[in-house]
């Protein structure tokens, strides 16, 4: 998924000499064509191209903004150094904050090597995809935990049999068939 924004610094912005050279239209073409360029990953090389992102302004600003990106590794585009820089940035800092999730997922619902989750309360076998998500069960679900003291929250929680671990290993069981990609996530 690509990054909605950037980071924008305003003290780098204000102290960089070559911001500082251009005139007032050439900062305006360079802010928006750093948009585009956060957007699209490049600008195109073309300048009646870009001078039709820059809302059809055809001025010497436009030459003093392209001379802000440098050339991209494909013919007939423009790149901006920083912004991949901070591009790379957000997708390692992302990379690792879903690591650290996952590791964090592993620690808490996966006792003893075994995932314990279950189909969403609202799924159905006949809905989309998006409505087959799993959710882990909760402590007391997963057995051996303190049971609730109210009699119809303890019925609802264990079922019909009253006993939590025949409940738990049925409920494993039927996730096991109903998705097979969950043998991976045990391994």
Request: proline content about 5%.
């Amino acid at each position: 998924m690509k990054s909605p924004a950037f980071q924008f610094y305003p003290a780098d912005y204000l102290a960089d000499a070559k911001v500082q050279a251009l005139s007032i239209e050439g900062e305006g073409c360079y802010f928006r064509l750093l948009c585009y360029c956060w957007r699209e990953g490049f600008i195109p090389s073309d300048r009646v191209a870009i001078a039709r992102l820059c809302k059809g302004y055809d001025g010497p600003g436009i030459d003093e903004a392209i001379s802000m990106f440098s050339r991209g590794e494909k013919r007939g585009q423009l790149v901006h150094r920083r912004l991949d820089k901070e591009r790379k940035r957000q997708e390692e800092r992302s990379k690792y904050l879903r690591e650290r999730g996952l590791e964090g997922a592993l620690k808490r619902w996966h006792k003893d090597g075994v995932a314990i989750i279950r189909p969403m309360a609202n799924d159905s076998s006949s809905s989309s995809s998006s409505a087959s998500a799993l959710n882990p069960l909760t402590p007391f679900e997963k057995g051996g935990q303190k049971k609730p003291n109210n009699r119809k929250t303890r019925r609802m929680a264990v079922g019909s049999s009253g006993n939590v671990a025949e409940e738990v290993a049925r409920a494993t069981e039927r996730n096991r068939k109903r998705f097979p990609e969950l043998a991976e996530i045990e391994k």
